[in-house]
């Protein structure tokens, strides 16, 4: 069966369905939100204590088996991890979960306990531990809050921008089959990241885990494919319908390297944004463009914080002992800030909200990327330079001054660096002022030589570059009254979408109208477009006044010609001729 090339907006009875299955989702995702914080909650505070307490460091395993290892100085496990077999005698399932077994430590009578491990190799040894409640400083507990607080802050932020971006497109485009799917992609991704995750693996149904992430990478590849007016371009991409089906099933797989199944899903993904790519160079400046702008901005974004933090996760050691908390930390937060830029994008785009803002946000963004990145290069390499040089001189104990000497060569680096490359792009991007200060000197220059007509279309090309209203037009004050000489969307100056109307004034008094529509993508006019549109209207104005006066003496001009030739010609008794 061949897959259709469109999806078409959906009929009303099948939208209240889709609607119905939408809502169920978010609300099972929302409760497994607040569930898994209120587990891993539990987990800090409770089970992590209870195992502490003897001197243990518990490590859960993807299939929720636990394992142990001697607690270190820095509350991880060291290296070698055993299986608890039996607790003071009795048997310790291998399907326990760490709450069960939490639960039987904190339970055991006396200030001992006999455990029954096991090693990697298999042999199998008692231990005898004495149990010794840890009473953290108050550094310490502040330091363990301070990291638990981020961890799930940035974590809960995360599944807070997927949701609301899902309500968001499924409330205010429940029609629409492209918005729909990504509602229900940022729906169950809210149901499998961190903090979700680890309460499925903790609580034995990891399997819950994958078909959540299957599924919604199922549904991403056929709604990036879509995105964003539900026609598949190219054309060939409609078969993604099917060929996503085996993809997903070998992403999921559990006997398959996870690095090959990583890079395969990163291609299909990549394949679908080559996808838009060639949708992009297809249109004509306009409203699918800004869509994919932004879009493209958002993926682009998400994706390299999520790199960064796969790059980070592959250089923490196997042994727990040598892991350092706070790059843990920083590894999670990278992810959970690649989770979050994904949809901000995407949402935009679909609700048609700032449109036009894409190019500002992107070249700003950019700037701001090298800007950090220049600085971060500055400061890395300052920095042992700057320590080795002063241990040289002064020894060793004044490597903080060091430091701080770095710090201030980056800080002095961030003003020129940050006025360069923000000046560069202004120059090259610009905004809605620049381009009509840039555009004033050819006003002027217009209005001596071309007709008032002229000048009116090329000023509406400003307006639009600039602005992009959804009509325009401009009404010129002539002697046999007010006549609207250009326009762009519009036919009459009563035109209904015409939402302002812009006095074209200058020092000798007004001389017309500017009509505008709203924004092409909905929304109001933002402060620089509008700040841009007040300075054009004085030149505009000038500009079209000079012209009408001149377009105004050499049609009189060409009038008196006209009747002279006549008057000549009946003199001679000839035919006039043109003059």
């Known amino acids: 069966m061949r897959p259709p090339a469109r999806l078409r907006a959906i009929p009303e009875r099948y939208a209240r369905l889709l609607r119905l299955v939408w809502a169920l989702l ?60 039996a607790i003071n005698g009795r048997t310790v399932e291998r399907g326990d979960l760490i709450a069960d077994v939490a639960h039987r430590l904190a339970q055991a009578p006396g200030p001992t306990i006999s455990l029954l491990l096991q090693s990697p190799e298999g042999r199998q040894f008692r231990s005898v531990r004495l149990r010794h409640p840890a009473k953290l ?7 363990r809050d301070l990291r638990v607080a981020t961890r799930l802050g940035f974590a809960l932020l995360a599944c807070a921008v997927l949701l609301l971006c899902s309500s968001l497109l499924a409330l205010r485009r429940p029609e629409d089959p492209v918005a729909m799917l990504f509602a229900l992609v940022f729906a169950l991704m809210a149901a499998s990241i961190d903090p979700p995750v680890q309460l499925w693996l903790w609580t034995g149904v990891g399997w819950a885990e994958d078909v959540l992430a299957s599924t919604w990478f199922y549904l991403l590849l056929v709604a ?38 990583v890079v395969v899903a990163l291609v299909a ?39 960064v933090a796969f790059l980070m996760a592959a250089a923490i050691p196997d042994d727990p002992a ?11 937060v990278f992810f959970s800030l690649g989770m979050a830029a994904i949809p901000f994008g995407l ?71 940050q006025s360069a490359v923000l000046g560069w792009t202004r120059r090259k991007f610009g905004g809605p002022l620049d381009r009509v200060r840039s555009a004033a000197e050819r006003l002027k220059n217009w209005g001596l030589t071309e007709t008032p ?55 000798e008094g007004p001389v017309g109208r500017l009509l505008l529509g ?16 007040r300075e054009l209207v004085p030149n505009l104005a000038d500009a079209l006044r000079v012209a009408r006066s001149r377009h105004s003496r050499e049609s009189v001009l060409q009038q008196q010609l006209e009747a002279m030739a006549a008057r000549l010609a009946q003199l001679e008794g000839g035919t006039p001729r043109p003059a």
């Open 26 to 85: 978010f609300g099972f995702a929302l409760v497994v939100v607040v569930l898994a914080t209120a587990h891993s909650l539990r987990a800090t505070y409770s089970y992590s204590p209870t195992f502490a307490a003897f001197g243990l460091s518990a490590q859960v395993q993807d299939d929720a088996s636990v394992l142990v290892s001697q607690a270190t100085a820095n509350g991880s496990g060291s290296s070698r991890q055993y299986r608890i077999l």
């Open 322 to 332: 040598l892991r350092n908390p706070l790059f843990n930390l920083a590894t999670l």
């Open 453 to 507: 007509e002229e000048v009116a279309t090329r000023a509406l090309g400003i307006v639009d570059e600039a602005m992009h209203p959804l009509v325009a037009g401009i009404v010129l004050d002539l002697p046999s009254g007010p006549v609207m000489v250009a326009a762009r969307g519009m036919h009459s100056p009563t035109d209904r979408r015409v939402h302002d109307r812009l006095l074209l004034e200058d020092e």
């Open 518 to 533: 709203r924004r092409s993508d909905g929304n109001r006019y933002n402060t620089q477009e509008l700040k841009a549109v």
């Open 137 to 143: 400083s108050p550094a310490d507990a502040h330091a």
């Open 347 to 417: 949402l935009i785009a679909l609700t048609q909200f700032r449109l036009w803002e894409a190019d500002t946000v992107i070249t700003r963004s950019a700037a701001y990327a090298v800007v950090t990145l220049i600085v971060g290069v500055v400061w890395a390499a300052s920095a042992d330079l700057v320590k080795l040089v002063v241990s040289e001189v002064m020894g060793r104990e004044s490597e903080a001054g060091a430091t701080a000497i770095s710090a201030m060569i980056a800080a002095g680096v961030f003003a020129p660096t």
């Open 224 to 261: 990036l494919a879509l995105f964003p007016d539900g026609i598949f371009v190219p054309r060939a991409m409609r078969w993604m319908i099917y060929a996503a089906v085996p993809l997903v099933i070998f992403a999921s797989l559990p006997d398959v390297n996870e690095t090959v199944q």
């Open 269 to 307: 993904l990549l394949a679908m944004l080559g996808g838009q790519v060639t949708r992009y160079r297809r249109l004509t400046p306009g409203i699918e463009r800004q869509q994919i702008k932004w879009a493209a901005f958002g993926f682009a974004a998400g994706f390299v914080l999520l790199l």
